[in-house]
């Protein structure tokens, strides 16, 4: 966990009620008598307890680890040696900003070149770069698939929209036939640092915005910022076997990032038409199919369709009641690691809505040799009829 701003304005001894030189066990045996008492479970519709036990666990996260107890500690120590002993929320001149300006303004010039040696956290944290390097926004983008598409997989143009390169000044945000230059007030560094008797200041160099560059002539497309919205399109694999509402990543092909940061994601999320005849249960696929009264109870034959364009022939053996299933192997949705999942088969016995008058006579001679509604009591409520 790097050092963070809140770690200035809050103090988590006195959240945990431990003095600053109390164990690692009697800080643990604190946080844990705290969370039993403010739990959530243990006071509902109390907001404020529901506050106190995140108050508790933030402060156990950084003093319940030797390394990051240790991090909060020098930079608590720094920060009051700095601003002449200000308490956890009132080191003076602390704006809001992010911890390395703090730093900086403890530190003077160093803020501009690192750290010292001796510094905790290694590397140089107390470095103000000119342009924070971040990721670009991630995207989102809709596919609609037939169900063959879906288990097959495809290969599709999709089209999104969201910020880009502008195709006018390639990202550089001058206007053709120019480029941008140092910026002259800063150097490049994308900072000033201004003294203030035995302090020295950093802080964005006004001239050039924080970003080191200076554009004389912006381009007229983008006004400069070296990017615009456009809708563009996008060539994306959609694997095979996947599932409706599945969300695909597809990395590096979003938005812009800044200061030499990656790309953002496109993000398409799947929609799967539904299927007459077959449907999904994970990587199986089910289909009902209708069979008679004699077919079920003398026993069939059926030849089945596959999604995967194959008939198989299943036995349907006599006596076999509506809603069966049977399992034939390897013909569902392809798996992701390898492999097929099944088809799943369901006999569904059909009663016909209607009778000729040989069915009904044939019925009827059947229902003779039904059980009787005696034989059918007994077997539902017992010998005794309880």
Same mark, same amino acid.
């Given at each position: 966990m790097a050092p963070q701003r809140e770690w200035l304005?809050?103090?988590?001894?006195?959240?945990?009620?431990?003095?600053?030189?109390?164990? &690692?066990?009697?800080?643990?045996?604190?946080?844990?008598?705290?969370?039993r008492e403010n739990h959530p479970d243990a006071n509902p519709d109390d907001p404020q307890a529901e506050r106190r036990?995140?108050?508790?666990?933030? &402060?156990?996260?950084?003093?319940?680890?030797?390394?990051?107890?240790?991090?909060?500690?020098?930079?608590?120590?720094?920060? &009051?040696?700095?601003?002449?002993?200000?308490? *956890?929320?009132?080191?003076g001149g602390f704006d809001g900003g992010d911890l390395g300006d703090?730093?900086?303004?403890?530190?003077?010039? &160093?803020? *501009?070149?690192?750290?010292?040696?001796?510094?905790?956290?290694?590397?140089?944290?107390?470095?103000?770069?000119?342009?924070?390097?971040?990721?670009?926004a991630d995207l989102r983008a809709?596919?609609?698939?037939?169900?063959?598409?879906?288990?097959?997989?495809?290969?599709?143009?999709?089209?999104?929209?969201?910020?880009?390169?502008?195709?006018?000044?390639?990202?550089s945000g001058a206007a053709p036939g120019t480029s941008p230059t140092v910026c002259t007030v800063c150097g490049g560094r994308g900072q000033v640092?201004?003294?203030?008797?035995?302090f020295s200041f950093a802080q964005p160099c006004q001239a050039c915005g924080g970003r080191g560059q200076r554009i004389e002539t912006p381009c007229a497309t983008c006004g400069g910022s070296g990017r615009v919205v456009k809708p563009r399109e996008l060539n994306v694999r959609i694997p095979a076997g996947v599932k409706d509402g599945a969300v695909i990543r597809v990395p590096g092909r979003g938005g812009p990032g800044t200061g030499g940061g990656p790309a953002g994601d496109v993000l398409v999320t799947v929609h799967v038409a539904p299927h007459p005849r077959f449907g999904r249960?994970?990587?199986?696929?089910?289909?009902?199919?209708?069979?008679?009264?004699?077919?079920?109870?003398?026993?069939?034959?059926?030849?089945?369709?596959?999604?995967?364009?194959?008939?198989?022939?299943?036995?349907?053996?006599?006596?076999?009641?509506?809603?069966?299933?049977?399992?034939i192997r390897g013909e569902g949705a392809p798996r992701r690691g390898g492999g097929h999942g099944d088809l799943l088969v369901t006999v569904k016995v059909q009663v016909p809505p209607k009778l000729s008058r040989d069915?009904?006579?044939?019925?009827?001679?059947?229902?003779?040799h039904d059980p009787t509604p005696d034989e059918r009591q007994r077997f539902l409520f017992g010998a005794d009829g309880s």
């Open positions: 304005e809050k103090d988590y001894y006195d959240v945990l009620g431990v003095a600053r030189d109390a164990s &690692a066990d009697d800080i643990k045996k604190a946080y844990r008598r705290l969370a036990f995140k108050e508790v666990g933030e &402060a156990y996260a950084v003093l319940g680890e030797e390394a990051r107890r240790r991090e909060y500690d020098e930079i608590r120590r720094l920060g &009051a040696a700095g601003f002449g002993g200000a308490g *956890a929320s009132g080191f703090l730093l900086t303004q403890i530190f003077g010039n &160093a803020g *501009a070149g690192g750290a010292s040696r001796g510094s905790p956290f290694g590397g140089s944290p107390f470095d103000r770069r000119r342009a924070p390097s971040r990721k670009g809709d596919v609609h698939l037939t169900f063959e598409d879906a288990l097959a997989g495809v290969r599709t143009t999709l089209r999104v929209t969201g910020d880009g390169a502008c195709d006018t000044c390639h990202g640092t201004i003294d203030q008797g035995p249960r994970g990587d199986d696929v089910t289909l009902d199919v209708p069979v008679s009264f004699s077919e079920a109870a003398l026993g069939t034959k059926l030849t089945v369709p596959t999604p995967n364009a194959h008939t198989r022939t299943i036995k349907v053996p006599a006596g076999t009641s509506s809603g069966r299933t049977f399992r069915q009904k006579r044939l019925l009827q001679e059947l229902a003779e």
